[in-house]
């Protein structure tokens, strides 16, 4: 059956430390892969998207994702954390108008 | 700005009412989407609509109707028949199938 894991449901970290929130999927095929934040209480915001070619993607707001396609892997990463992240991060994967969202991690920033 | 507007932001629904959310987009997308949002659970997606007169059923499709009128308008309605549907609801849009979803910000409905 295709499905998003994203194995942390909530993780802290400080201020200006890096971050690498995880995002495993079970899919036939190699499928589009996306990245949204979430803030309290609003609709999603995309932060990148995977489609085809580099693996390294570059995103909004300093975020950068890897595609893996032996580990079926697609991490968000930042190399400093500013307090403004704290929000929930969803990643996606999907073709063709379905797609399918995992449970989201809520990434808490501390001063 | 281009974007998608949804409405209201609050919603509270009697036992046995029928509730309509608007969903308005002004980006010129051919495609439109419903989800359902629970804590915990992520989006689940509700229906779809590719273009304007036509829609899909999605996963969680009982207990909801929708329709497709014009292109910038895709409304859901929560009728009696779903029996939970305290949620927060979430419209999107895309150019295409295979593209970036954009989203509103949402409705949050509530059982008096």
């Known amino acids: 059956a295709q499905s998003v894991t994203q194995p942390d449901i909530h993780i802290t970290v400080s201020e200006g430390a890096s971050l690498e929130l995880r995002c495993n999927y079970s899919?036939?095929?190699?499928?589009?892969l996306f990245w949204y934040v979430q803030s309290p209480g609003q609709g999603l915001q995309l932060l990148l998207k995977y489609f085809s070619g580099d693996t390294l993607v570059q995103g909004i707001k300093g975020f950068e994702a890897e595609f893996k396609r032996s580990q079926s892997s697609f991490n968000l990463r930042k190399p400093s954390v500013h307090w403004s992240d704290a929000a929930e991060y969803f990643c996606?994967?999907?073709?063709?108008?379905?797609?399918?969202f995992g449970t989201g991690t809520r990434l808490k920033v501390l001063a | 700005d281009g974007g998608i507007t949804q409405s209201p932001k609050y919603l509270f629904r009697k036992e046995g009412q029928n509730v309509t959310l608007s969903c308005e987009q002004n980006l010129n997308h051919d495609a439109m989407y419903w989800y359902r949002q629970d804590p915990g659970q992520g989006l689940r997606l509700i229906y779809y609509?590719?273009?304007?007169?036509?829609?899909q059923k999605g996963d969680i499709a009982e207990g909801y109707s929708v329709s497709r009128e014009k292109k910038e308008s895709f409304p859901l309605t929560v009728t009696s028949a779903q029996k939970n549907p305290t949620a927060f609801y979430l419209c999107?849009?895309?150019?295409?199938?295979?593209?970036?979803?954009?989203f509103g910000d949402g409705t949050r409905l509530s059982i008096l």
């Open positions: 609509s590719q273009i304007v007169n036509d829609f």
């Open positions: 999107a849009s895309s150019v295409g199938g295979n593209q970036p979803q954009h």
């Open positions: 899919y036939g095929a190699t499928p589009y």
């Open positions: 996606a994967v999907g073709e063709t108008y379905k797609y399918i």
